[in-house]
């Protein structure tokens, strides 16, 4: 059983159109979550992390964490074309290491 | 946000020759730095956990014979890849870890390194 899941997509929203994204984890003790988008041919950047339940917004982006659930997930309010990459949702427990889903493949079209 | 540097960020060998690949955090000290790789359309694959100062931990089934790593100091990790092959042939990413006190740490990543063994 994969530990963080995620739908491998491609998400296809229009441009403008909020873009959700949505990631599952297994471990119950896990603590610390982050969003990575990754660009064809580029690293993973770090877009939002958060640790707490409930919502955290940065500009476009806002994190939702529900511990309960064992979920997490990213919204993308008024989606651009130069958001089309491979989110990549990561876990951790403590000072683990980090454990990446397989990403979710966005497509924002003009 | 920090700032990892790789280099070089593309190199062409022949097989059997061995490649090193550098990993620099700029501006803060790592004493954590992370060695992934990536084949095409698949996600990240760690491969060790670079400790300043000590022996790395490799995960299961990457060779610790072939993938040598080094961490020297707080601000440079080295992967070399001996006897490169074909089948080595792939992205390289390293990351490094910044504590921030009692709010946990975050990962950055370098640029990558694309390895192409002839």
Redesign the interface.
Known sequence: QKEVEQNSGPLSVPEGAIASLNCTYSDRGS??F?W?RQYS??????IM?I?SNGDKEDGRFTAQLNKASQYVSLLIRDSQPSDSATY?C?VKSG?Q??V????TRLLVSP | GAVVSQHPSRVICKSGTSVKIECRSLDFQATTMFWYRQFPKQSLMLMATSNEGSKATYEQGVEKDKFLINHASLTLSTLTVTSAHPEDSSFYICSARVYWGGAGDTQYFGPGTRLTVL
């Open positions: 603590q610390s982050f990575y041919g580029k690293s993973p950047e770090l992390s640790y990549l990561a000072f290491k980090l990446f889903g397989t990403g």
